[in-house]
């Protein structure tokens, strides 16, 4: 089949790219678009270590075709940060060692960020609830759990 033009806005940026039609969002952003802090855990998404935002709603980007993004909102890692200048959630996630291999740290970032956007203040079992999706095979989550309650406060009092 002929591949599809799509235009869509990616951490902020208007973007336009070619795609097959069986090509997943995550294989656009990691090969048309040269965006590889999403990382392919399991291509099903169980494992969330692609996980973006898609109009504000955290999605996996390898169960997302990218022939659906055309005018959406797309945010990634890559994103995240301002310039030079960290997000809170990152400088946190640096300060309680909570990540060690890095597959599954853009992912949970992203989710993390999702979360606190919706609730600046999330109890613990809020955060490994909302984080659940997140497979980590390395740090054992509690580190994790801890950033994000850490960031989650800072946060608010700024």
Not at 25 to 54: F, N, P, Y
Not at 111 to 138: F, H, I, Q
Request: proline content about 4%; charged content about 25%.
């Amino acid at each position: 089949m002929a591949k599809q033009h799509v235009s869509t806005t990616v951490n902020g940026e208007p973007v336009e790219f070619l795609c097959a039609p069986e090509q997943t969002l995550l294989d656009v952003l990691r090969d048309e678009l040269h965006l590889t802090g999403s990382k392919e855990g399991c291509a099903t998404g169980d494992c969330g270590a692609c996980s973006v935002t898609l109009d504000g709603r955290l999605v996996c980007s390898c169960l997302v075709l990218g022939a659906e993004v055309g005018g959406r909102k797309i945010e990634t890692i890559e994103g995240m940060a301002k310039g030079d200048e960290l997000h809170p959630l990152q400088k946190k996630f640096i300060e309680h060692a909570a990540l060690q291999c890095g597959i599954c740290t853009p992912g949970v970032l992203i989710a993390a960020k999702s979360l606190l956007e919706r609730n600046p203040d999330p109890s613990e079992t809020e955060v490994r609830y909302w984080l659940a999706g997140n497979l980590c095979r390395c740090t054992g989550y509690d580190k994790i759990v801890r950033a994000v309650m850490d960031a989650a406060a800072d946060m608010r009092s700024a």
